[in-house]
């Protein structure tokens, strides 16, 4: 029935039922206010039409004017929303249609004993509603009862046609009203110093009365709360009870047995290498300890009694662990009465402790030495060699100091290297089975052989030292210093080098070197022993002006190129000009490119005065003497200066009382442009050295060299690319 039809329904009922009274003879039935309550008083009985008042608790009375209050009319506490209580009298038997409808506040209805009948939606959401009790006389039952009431439990009697109803109403939780059976542990141990609880399972699981009336039999052994936590007091056994209090007075029992406190901890002392002691806290209410040892061969646990609280064990195994769990007891009349068992503790006796990662010490080529800290309880060591990839290790040897030395090794490789501390005692030898960190460690690698130089290495400012590979090397520290000097060290990070240049040294000089590899393992850096020292003379340069002009003659005139006829200015010896297009105008500037190669006029640069590092022959001559040939007769035809420069010399020549100058060889492209009346877009040269020749074991070098070059010249608004090559002479005196 839907909730606006039913308060229609209601309002016309309510509407009929005055039209009713008023029609009655005053002799059939009378209306009658009492406080807040309107009753139909008939000649036996009263019925409640309707409560008028707002009390939070109201109570219906039991009688009207000397009649039996015996139903509750339709609607009577329609939408009562601030009534949280009623008190319905023994006496009521039916209760009519939505008669609590909509009452939000009402938590709880306890139905009386002589109600028979419910009749449609009497409790229409009434959405507080928690408890509802419905007694065995009830029999008749309307629809929608308890509509809404989500939060509503209704308990009835087994058996009932209370029960039947509740259980066709798919969404409405129900118990009962008594409990049918009650169950529990027959027996139940709680030591002293503890509590437990005795747990009750109550059938059915919802009934309306389930709380239960705990006893002891013998509260000097335990006790017990009304909640059923038992308490116990002294070690024996007692029966505690729990009974219902619903009034079916079902009672179920178990037997208690109060035992001696549980051990909680055993402690380890005086701890040897077969032997230790084991002691734990006097446990509450015992006399005695059951104490187990775990026999790992046979599996079982054997006993030992005790009434102390502490026990040696003696005999055990070298470096062995042993499990123990301990039980107290006591004694009760004829039986013992024992203690929860403890946890398992396990204990070892004396044993070797891990060894620290072991450190570096020293090395030599063919041994590493290392060390480590002393580990506990140790009366030796065992070394062995960790491989990094299978972790396998092999035995190398033992020792009972802190340090070994490792010896049959290959030079400049990298080992790991692990130790094991072992104790002995009576013969026997026990080896800690976790080994320390692996070290790093590495061997030196082998001295370098074969330092050495020739005469041609061998300059006045420079030595070119040369010595045999070192396989596995990788680098190399030379040692170096002027006679007389302290050493200096060169760094050479290339393990397949196998020379080094010493320059800017000074000329007839001894010098005297000494080279060590170098090995890297692990991050860290391993040098070789240092070689023999190997001592060598710089060449000397001239001492003065006339010895310089007899040693520059006499060199140059032993090269090929001054026989060959090389002009000492140069002239270019290759000045051909291609352009990437062919036209009247193009070919002109290449004939005009080539003609300035070839008479070298007008368009090479020069700068006076120069005084360099190296001294260029072809730099210091006179434009003018570029057809002399190139010899020494015509170089110190007029004079020479000669001066220190470094660890080299300079001469400077005048010929023909011209001064020397700068010779820069270029093509100039600018000047060629502008008499052209062309424009000049860009311009790149490439120089490559042709031929380098040393004189004198390199106090003189002879450097042939070309140029190469590719210039953009715009020709009636078309961009033109010339490109040619000339070569030309560089003489070096060091």
């Keep these: 029935m839907k909730k ?63 009649k039996k209050v015996t139903a509750i009319a339709d609607y009577a506490f329609w939408q009562k929303k601030s009534m949280k209580s009623v008190t319905i009298p023994d006496t009521v038997k039916k209760i009519g249609e939505a008669a609590f409808n909509e009452c939000t506040s009402l938590k709880k209805v306890v139905l009386p004993e002589q109600l028979t009948t419910l009749k449609d939606a009497v409790f229409w959401y009434c959405t507080n509603l928690k408890t509802v009790v419905i007694k065995e006389n009830a029999k008749s039952f309307g629809d929608n009862v308890f509509r809404g009431c989500k939060n509503v439990t209704v308990y009835v009697y087994k058996g009932s046609k209370a029960e039947t109803f509740v259980k066709s109403q798919s969404d409405l939780k129900y118990g009962y009203m008594e409990i049918t059976s009650l169950k529990t542990a027959k027996t139940l141990s709680v030591a002293l110093g503890s509590k437990a609880k005795m747990s009750v399972t109550v059938k059915p699981s919802v009934v309306y009365n389930s709380k239960l009336k705990f006893k002891t039999s013998d509260s000097k052994i335990a006790t017990v709360s009304s909640k059923g936590v038992i308490t116990p007091k002294k070690c024996g056994t007692c029966v505690i009870s729990a009974t219902a209090t619903d009034g079916t007075k079902k009672t179920v029992k178990t037997t208690v047995t109060v035992t001696p406190a549980m051990i909680e901890k055993i402690t380890q002392s005086k701890v040897k290498a077969t032997s230790f002691k084991l002691s734990w806290t006097a446990s509450e209410g015992a006399t005695k300890y059951a104490v187990y040892k775990y026999n790992v061969k046979t599996k079982k646990w054997a006993r030992t009694n005790t009434s102390k609280t502490a026990l040696t064990f003696s005999s ?23 203690s929860p068992t403890s946890k398992t503790f396990s204990f070892s006796v004396l044993k070797p402790g891990v060894v620290s990662t072991p450190k570096f010490v020293s090395s030599t080529t063919d041994s590493v030495s290392i060390s480590w800290a002393k580990a506990s309880n140790a009366s030796g060591y065992e070394i062995y060699r960790y491989n990094d990839s299978s972790k396998a290790l092999s035995f190398v040897g033992s020792t009972t100091g802190l340090s070994y030395t490792v010896s049959d090794l290959s030079p400049n490789t ?25 070290n790093y460690t590495a061997t030196k690698p082998s001295v370098p052989t074969g330092l050495k130089t020739t005469d041609d290495d061998i300059t006045a400012k420079s030595i070119l030292l040369s010595w045999n590979k070192l396989n596995g090397a990788h680098g190399y520290e030379i040692a170096y210093c002027k006679t007389g000097s302290d050493f200096k060290t060169v760094k050479i990070s290339s393990g397949s080098a196998t020379s080094y240049l010493f320059d800017d040294l000074e000329n007839g000089a001894s010098y005297t070197f000494r080279i060590r590899a170098v090995g890297v393992h692990f991050s860290k850096t391993f040098f070789s022993d240092y070689s023999s020292d190997y001592t060598v003379k710089t060449k000397a340069l001239p001492t003065n002006n006339t010895e310089a002009v007899n040693y520059f003659s006499t060199a140059l005139e032993k090269t090929s190129l001054v026989k060959n006829g090389y002009s000492l200015f140069v002239t270019p010896q290759s000045a051909k000009v291609t352009a990437n297009i062919s036209s009247e105008k193009t070919a002109l500037i290449c004939d005009e490119i080539e003609a300035s190669l070839a008479t070298g006029k007008k368009y090479y640069t020069f700068s006076d005065g120069v005084n360099q590092n190296g001294l260029s022959l072809a730099e210091v001559i006179s434009p003018e003497k570029k057809s002399l040939a190139f010899s020494s007769e015509n170089i110190v035809a007029e004079s020479a200066d000669y001066s220190l420069n470094g ?17 820069t060889p270029s093509v100039d492209f600018v000047s060629i442009c502008e008499n052209g009346g062309y424009s000049l877009q860009g311009v790149s040269y490439t120089t490559k050295v042709l031929d380098l020749t040393k004189v004198n074991n390199g106090l003189l070098d002879l450097l042939e060299v070309s140029v190469d070059f590719n210039a953009i010249i715009t020709v009636d608004g078309e961009d033109v690319v010339f490109s040619g090559s000339y070569s030309y002479l560089y003489v070096f005196a060091w």
Excluded at 40 to 66: F, M, Q, R
Excluded at 647 to 663: I, N, P, Q
């Design 414 to 438: 990298q080992y790991r290297f692990v130790v094991k501390a072992f104790l002995k005692y009576s013969g026997k030898k026990y080896l800690c089975p976790t080994h320390s960190e692996p």
């Design 4 to 66: 606006t039809n039913l308060r229609v329904l209601g309002i016309i009922f309510v509407l009929c039922s005055f039209l009713c009274l008023f029609s009655l003879s005053a002799s059939a039935a009378e209306k009658v206010t009492s406080g807040d309550f309107v009753f139909s008083v008939g000649k036996s009985s009263a019925t409640l039409l309707e409560y008028t008042g707002n009390d939070s608790s109201v109570k219906i009375p039991t009688k009207i004017n000397k």
């Design 316 to 338: 055990l195994e070298l470096g062995s662990t042993t499990k123990f769990k301990i039980k107290a007891y006591v004694k009760v009349g004829k039986e013992n009465i024992y």
């Design 647 to 663: 660890s080299g010399f300079d001469l400077s020549f005048e010929m023909k009382d011209k001064t020397a100058c700068h010779f």
